[in-house]
């Protein structure tokens, strides 16, 4: 079972786009999806809100997030957050794949 975050960085004046353009253009985020556990780091736009970027972020497990919350990248992430002015907002799940029942539904 893996562990599923969504990161939801708000902010004005398109300073969340800027973050996310900053994190893919210096190399933090490539970083980040090269630790070990990382699963997914995604950045999405939402079309409803322009001022929000909603970031996905799956670990293999807690030792896998535990170790990336303590590593430097994490400080890092935390700086270029609090350069932009973001709020952050989370939901975590837990994941467990597609139930067959479920299956149907997607068109696979």
């Known amino acids: 079972m893996s562990i ?4 939801y960085y708000t902010g004005h004046g398109g300073s969340a786009r ?7 253009g210096s190399g933090i985020a490539a ?3 090269n630790e070990d556990g990382n699963e997914r780091y995604e950045y999405f736009f939402p079309a409803s809100d322009p001022e929000t970027v909603l970031l ?6 807690q030792a896998a997030l535990d170790a990336h ?3 430097p990248l ?3 992430i935390m700086r270029l957050r609090d350069k932009h002015g973001l709020h952050v907002r989370a939901e975590r799940y837990a994941t467990e794949g ?11």
């Open 31 to 33: 970083a980040i999806r």
């Open 18 to 24: 800027r973050f996310a353009e900053e994190m893919e």
């Open 74 to 76: 994490m400080q890092e």
């Open 98 to 108: 597609i139930p067959a029942r479920d299956s149907a539904f997607l068109g696979q």
């Open 56 to 61: 996905i972020d799956i670990w293999k497990d």
């Open 69 to 71: 919350h303590a590593s």
């Open 4 to 7: 599923a975050m969504n990161l």
